[in-house]
Every structure is written in C-alpha cells, then in structure tokens.
C-alpha cells in the first residue's frame, strides 16, 4: 500500500481499538454487531460518510491480516454504512469537490502573483524581492500541476532530473516516477506547457542538482499557496485545495472536446468515476437534451403576434 493508504488505515484502525477499549469490547473477538455500533457513534459525531467507508476498510484490512472470519465483512455492516450514507444525505450532506483552477485561473494568478503580501513574521508586508521570488515559485506551481494533472505527491516528488526535453517536439517533459495508480513505478513522462517550462526555468538554480526537488515545501505549504494566490487573483479560495490544478486541467480538457478515455489516460485515473464526476458540469452543457433545447430558445406561443387590442369590434 502507499504511504497515505498505510496511515489512513492505521488512523481508521486506531479509531476502532478506541471505541473497543471505551465499550469493553476484545477487538480480537468483536462481532458485527459491534462494528454497526462503531460506525453509528462515528457517524453521531459527524464523521463524513467517505471516512466512515474508509475507516470500514481499515478493519476489514487488519481482520484480513489475520485471517480466519472477518466480521466487518458482514453485509449487515455494509447496509448499515449504506444507511448512514443516505441518512447524511437526507440532512443535506453533499460531498466537497476541490474547485477547478483552470486555464483562465491561471492567466489571473500569473498577472497578480507578484504583488506583496503580508506573509512575513509578524504580518509584515513583503519587500518587492520577496514578493518577486515567492511569486516565480507559485506561478510554476500551479501550472506544472495544472498541466499535468499532478496530484500533490506527484508534484511534490519531481527532482529537477525528472524535467527533460522532449525528443520530437521541443517541448518540455516530467517524470512522473511513481503515482497512486502506479504503486510499482513503472513511471510515465508528462508533457507540460511552454508556459509552465519557462516557469520553471525562472525557478531553476545555477547548476541544479539532478536529485534536488522542484518544490521542497508540504503538502499543507502547497494548499496554503494554492488558496493565497486564488484570493489575491480575485478567485474564491474556500474550496481550493492542492486537487484543484488537477481538476482543472481535466475540465479544461473536456471543455476542448476531449473524450472521458483521452482523460482517465492523460490524469492516471484507473475508472471513469472521478473524471465523471470533475466534468459533470460541463457534461451536462453539451448532452443531447442541452442541445437540442438550444434549438427552442422561446416557446411556440411566444413566437406568435400577440393581439394587444381588447376592444370589441364594431358590428
């Protein structure tokens, strides 16, 4: 399993022991019952109904592990997730979506990503070479991630080797070693844009070593960046998170005509449900039920003269 796979579990299977302990309950002899009990308490407490998924395959993970009968593979627990699920919502519970940080998002972040902030200790406003150096990085950021639907470990891995020239075209390429899609690193080369190469040149330091990374920040510095430059660019920034380069591009495509496969393959996706789900809103513009209401752009009887004259005739 990945790395975050191996946490998320361990977090999910902590959470369980936990609970177990609090009923006194031996997790070596728990039934389902008991798991149903977990997932209702969990649920009380507000947890989503994706981490109440997650947290189930934690366990089911861990009784696998030793083997014998796994009861959280009950179907009793399945429908009782299933049931929280629709509880959630029935009270309103809709799932976030990462806001897209499309073509158009980026032109505004590269036009006001150079003006100061007051990021520095203390909230002072930074000087215009700071502003300068931290704005290069940024806007190199969000378009190598933007153009190859990096998710962020992705982004976060690319060492300056892995930025190459491509062999045909003149264009430049990264090296994706390794991706969530790609646990064994079979590794894939992603083209990116002669905006996003030149920003990375900008970036680039004097005899760079192969092995440095591009971007030697974390994950929660990407998100933090990400949202900055959204607001400084106009953009609402509550939803944009470290997927919203990613979401973007594969909106970006879809609006270009391009079809769900050429998609799943560009972002590394294994099944069509998140790119259907990313591209839901432009899908539904361009279904056949949307076009052909684009043909009736009024109503028949609005098409019709109307007679304003409401006094009778004389006989």
């Known amino acids: 399993m990945s790395p975050n796979t191996v946490r998320t579990y361990a977090t999910g299977w902590n959470s369980f022991c936990s609970w177990a302990d609090a009923q006194g309950v031996d997790v070596s ?87 100061p902030r007051n990021n520095q200790p203390g909230g002072r406003l930074e000087t215009p070479e700071q502003a300068a150096r931290r704005a290069l990085v940024d806007i190199a ?38 991706s969530k899609t790609d646990q064994t690193a079979n590794g894939a080369y992603i083209p990116v844009s002669q905006f996003a190469s030149k920003a990375l040149e900008r970036i680039k330091p004097p005899n760079a070593d192969p092995d440095a990374l591009v971007f ?57 449900a998140m790119v259907a789900l990313y591209t839901r809103r432009l899908a539904a513009a361009d279904s056949t039920i949307a076009k052909h209401l684009q043909t009736r752009q009024t109503h028949p009887s609005q098409q019709r003269p109307r007679n304003t004259n409401t006094t009778p005739q004389a006989a």
């Open 29 to 115: 002899s728990a039934g389902s019952d008991d798991f149903q009990g977990w997932l209702v308490d969990l649920a009380a407490e507000g947890k989503r109904p994706s981490t109440l998924r997650t947290y189930r395959a934690a366990v089911v993970h861990r009784y696998s592990e030793w083997g014998g009968a796994n009861p959280a593979r009950d179907p009793q627990v399945g429908r009782v997730l299933s049931g929280l699920r629709r509880q959630a919502a029935q009270a309103g519970y809709v799932p976030k979506q990462a806001a897209p940080l499309r073509h158009h998002h980026i032109d505004l972040i590269a036009e006001t990503a150079f003006e």
């Open 216 to 272: 030697d920040m974390s994950a929660g510095t990407v998100a933090r960046r990400l949202k900055a430059v959204a607001r400084t660019a106009g953009i609402d920034a509550e939803n944009i998170s470290t997927h919203s380069p990613r979401v973007g591009m594969a909106q970006d495509l879809a609006a270009a005509g391009f079809d769900m496969a050429a998609i799943m393959v560009a972002g590394r996706w294994s099944t069509p």
């Open 141 to 178: 950021l969000v378009s190598v991630a933007h153009d190859g639907l990096l998710r962020c470990s992705e982004l976060l891995a690319i060492r300056w080797g892995d930025v190459v020239a491509a062999e045909n075209s003149g264009g430049t390429l990264i090296y994706v070693r390794r």
